[in-house]
């Protein structure tokens, strides 16, 4: 870590006996409420030493009894933190349980969309009839839909649909949107009986073609 | 006329699995229960984690998690993407920690504590109440970090990320977490002072 | 006696819609109060046909008569949501105004049906 860092003290600033700096070398605090300690070592490194790295350690803090100390200092915070490392963990799986039970008993049903029949009053909530066409796309390789929404045309039941995607650059993008079209009005018409007259495509986002996600960092390809 | 149906892979991820969290976040905003439920599966951990710090037990770390997941799923209409919804969440969980900490009892002095059972109810060796009252104050410490320096610490030292990990999910240089680091240790090591 | 026939009304709607091929469940109402209630004791003890079982039933504000909104969830095997919609609409209209005469009342009776909600094959996996 030492090397990498801007700040890092140089190693000229060691005394020639390899010992430390000489108090006032060029030590300089990264830090603006950074300590020195007697024998010129910053208190930020000699906590980092302790706690966070086995690398380029530096000899004198494991030796000098200021510095040991200084690292001592710590040893009530990491102790009780330990409970906090190892102890019980919470269940996952039953929270999202409970989660969704709440979710799906309050489900947004946005406004209601005319189903294509004349003579009876049917209708879809947007949320469900988006659903089903946004699955139509994602049914196109290399293609994910974002958001769905319904404009209605005219004052009968026919309904404009527009979408945006994520697209994977791998085929011309025009092919791709015209086989997402394609699927949703398809769709539109045989899974769920909407008169759907156009469907207006954006692509938003480009789609990453990623093996599955490691476990612990970053999801969501930051 | 083009056959547009495809034959799926069962992993494949038409569930969202593989889909980047802003995307589900649209997805879940216009009712998409589905999309949700895959992104409380991939941040509920860190968030649980996150809440037991503040809270320091597992219950209250899952009813905050629970109430914040809820929550979030009844602003997702107006969360404008301007953060991560990483960090989106974060806030509404730490914000609920908040809230609860302020309607607990103060914790027991340490005079007042009962000597606990050799075990606790999942068969860990139970700790002293020496050690719970130093925990509690712990936590309660967390709770009054500022919140960069909060998160950079249990990243740290309660999940085991490295600089460069922590950098990546803060956004920040390294420095900079080094930096909120070194302060955060400062702080608690302040609050600790009567645990020595 | 209103009170008992609109219960009546719902529970009739509430079977009809229920026993139509590609009706998955009617979307239960709720109270964010009652959501919660739900989810900490992890049960769904909501009696068919009341307010909270998706069936909603009012005497028309114009004129005598019924108006039944239906609000189900569907899965599709196979099957149009209009279609499945459709049956819906007939057969609950059918139920009632049946109901009704078998009590002695001749009624004009309105449906409306509103799908909520779709199981799809991927939510199975």
């Known amino acids: ?222 | 006329m083009i056959d547009t149906a495809v034959a799926l892979s069962p992993g494949r991820g038409l569930g969202g699995r593989d889909l980047p969290d802003g995307l589900l976040a649209v997805r879940a905003a216009e009712g998409d229960e589905e999309a949700f439920a895959v992104l409380v599966q991939r941040h509920g951990r860190p968030l649980l984690d996150l809440a037991r710090c503040m809270l320091g037990n597992p219950q209250d770390a899952e009813e905050a998690v629970q109430d914040a997941f809820v929550s979030a799923w009844r602003r997702l209409p107006e969360y404008r993407h301007s953060a991560e919804f990483h960090t989106w969440m974060h806030r509404i969980t730490v914000n609920r920690c908040l809230t609860m900490r302020h309607r607990r009892p103060p914790p027991l002095s340490l005079d007042t504590v009962a000597e606990p059972a050799a075990t606790d109810a999942w068969g860990q060796p139970a700790r002293s109440a020496e050690q719970e009252a130093a925990t509690a104050a712990l936590v309660r410490a967390l709770g009054e970090l500022d919140t960069g320096q909060r998160l950079c610490w249990i990243l740290r030292e309660v999940q085991g990320l490295s600089y460069k990990q922590i950098s990546h999910v803060t956004r920040s240089s390294e420095q900079a977490v080094r930096g909120r680091l070194f302060r955060a240790r400062r702080s608690l090591q302040e609050a600790m002072g009567p645990w020595r | 006696m209103t009170v008992d026939r609109t219960t009546t009304l719902l529970g009739t709607a509430a079977e009809a819609a229920l026993a139509v091929p590609g009706v998955a469940a009617l979307q239960p109402r709720r109270s964010p109060r009652t959501a919660a209630a739900v989810a900490s004791t992890g049960t769904d003890a909501t009696p068919k046909g009341t307010r909270e079982s998706g069936i909603r039933a009012d005497r028309s504000p114009d004129g005598p008569g019924w108006r039944i909104e239906v609000r189900c969830i569907l899965s599709f095997e196979g099957r149009r949501a209009l279609e499945i919609a459709q049956n819906v609409h007939d057969r609950v209209r059918a139920a009632v105004i049946s109901r009704l005469a078998a009590l002695d009342a001749v009624e004009r009776v309105t449906v409306e049906v509103t799908v909520t909600g779709v199981v799809t094959r991927y939510d199975l996996t």
């Open chain 1, 1 to 222: 870590m030492a090397v990498d860092e801007p700040h890092a003290p140089p190693p000229e600033s060691l005394g020639a006996d390899g010992t430390g700096p000489k108090p006032g070398a060029a030590d300089v605090p990264s830090f603006a409420d950074d300590v020195v300690t007697p024998c010129g070592r910053l208190l930020s490194r000699i906590w980092e030493q302790a706690r966070d790295t086995a690398q380029a350690a530096d000899p004198h803090i494991s030796s000098c009894p200021h510095c040991r100390e200084a690292a001592e200092g710590l040893s009530a915070v990491t102790a009780a933190s330990q409970a906090l490392r190892t102890g019980d963990r919470p269940g996952l799986e039953a929270l999202a349980d409970r989660v969704m039970n709440i979710v799906r008993a309050e489900v947004r049903l946005g406004r209601l969309l005319p189903l294509a029949d004349p003579d009876r009053a049917l209708r879809i909530a947007e949320s469900a009839a988006a659903k089903v066409l946004r699955q139509a796309a994602d049914r196109v390789p290399g293609a994910r839909a974002a958001a769905c929404r319904f404009v209605p045309v005219g004052d009968g039941v026919d309904l404009r649909v527009t979408m945006t995607l994520a697209a994977a650059l791998d085929r011309p993008l025009p092919d791709r949107i015209h086989q997402v079209r394609r699927s949703v009005l398809r769709s539109a018409g045989q899974d769920l009986g909407l008169a759907v007259t156009a469907v207006d495509i954006t692509v938003v986002d480009v789609l990453e073609q990623e093996p599955p996600c490691r476990p612990g960092l970053t999801p969501g390809g930051a």
